[in-house]
C-alpha cells in the first residue's frame, strides 16, 4: 500500500484460506477483500459455517492466508515470521470474545494491568491506565473486585478494558454480547461503542444480534467466500 496517506486500520486484499478435507481442500475465503478505517465499526453477519472465525483469525493474524495479503496500519503482515506476527498482535490488535476469559485469581485493575506489563509499559503508568479505563467503562468501584465477584455484564466490561488497554490500532469482537441477557447485552455493547469512538480505534465485530449490528456504522457478510457489502 502507498505511504503518506491515510491508510485503513485494516486491509484484507484477495485474501485466500483454505483447509484440507478429503483428497481435496474446503475454500472458506476466496479473493477476500475488506477495508475498515480508524474510528469506524464494521458488523459481520454471517451464518455458522461460512467463514466468520476463519476471517477474524486471519485479520487478527492468528492464521496466515493462504493466498492475498493482510495489511494492519499499511503494513503487510503474510511474510512477516512468529515473533513479528506476536509483536503486532499484542501492539496493535485487541480481542474481545463471548467469554471474558479473565484470569480468575487476579483483580478487575490487575487483568487490564497484566497486558500492558507483558508489552513493557511501567507498573505505575499501567496501574493509571487501566483505572482510567475501568472508571470510564463505569467500573471504578470495581477495581479490586476478583472476576467471580462480577456480573456477567461487568465482566465483559472488564475484558473490553482490557482489550484496549494497549491502545490497539485494531479491535476484533466475536459475539461480545453472546453470553448475555438483552438488557445487559445493550449496555455491554453501549460501553464497547463508546470506548471505540474515545479512542478512535477500528472494530470489526461479529454478531448475530441484528438490532446491534442495525446500529453500527456497516454490515458485511461473507458468501462463497467474499466478504460482501449489506445495504
Known sequence: MSSGQPQPALFLSKVERRYPQGEGFLEVLRSADLAIWPGEIVALIAPSGTGKSTLLHVAGLLEKPDGGEVYVGGKPTASMNDHERTRVRREELGFVYQFHHLLPEFSALENVVIPQLIRGLPKTEARDRGKQILTFLGL??????????????????????????????????????????????????????????????????????????????????????QIVQLR
Not at 147 to 176: F, K, M, T, W, Y
Not at 195 to 220: E, G, P, Q
Request: charged residues 25%.
Open 140 to 225: 471504578g468501584k470495581r477495581l479490586e473486585n476478583r472476576p467471580g465477584e462480577l456480573s456477567g455484564g461487568e465482566q465483559q466490561r472488564v475484558a473490553i478494558a482490557r482489550a484496549v488497554a494497549n491502545a490497539p490500532r485494531l479491535l476484533l469482537a466475536d459475539e461480545p454480547t453472546g453470553n448475555l441477557d438483552p438488557n445487559t447485552a445493550d449496555r455491554v455493547f453501549q460501553t464497547l461503542v463508546s470506548i471505540v469512538r474515545a479512542s478512535k480505534l477500528a472494530a470489526l465485530i461479529a454478531t448475530h444480534n441484528m438490532d446491534l449490528a442495525a446500529r453500527m456504522d456497516r454490515r458485511v457478510t461473507i458468501r462463497e467466500g
